[in-house]
């Protein structure tokens, strides 16, 4: 299935920023539930990870999940 482009290359930079971001926190989480031994802050980094995989695919492909669903984002 071919992915319809549907966000600008604006858009596509701010997915890919915000992957990034959100990559760099679900490391910085990874670490800390790791030195620290904390059982539940694996959930919260796998949900950054999980996000960050995600934003960058969208920001790589030129294609949103929101906007194909048919709900209206700012960039």
């Known amino acids: 299935m071919k992915l319809a482009c549907n966000i600008d290359r604006r ?11 959100a990559g760099l926190i679900g490391i ?3 670490v ?5 031994g904390i059982g539940w802050l694996w959930w919260p980094t796998a949900g950054f990870c999980c ?5 960058m695919f ?13 709900i209206k984002t700012r960039i």
Do not use: F, K, P, Q
């Open 11 to 21: 858009g596509a930079r701010a997915r890919l920023i915000g992957g990034s971001v």
């Open 28 to 30: 910085a989480l990874a």
């Open 32 to 36: 800390s539930a790791w030195y620290t």
């Open 51 to 55: 996000a960050s995989c995600v934003m």
């Open 58 to 70: 969208e920001g790589c492909n030129g294609w949103c999940v929101l906007r194909a669903m048919g």
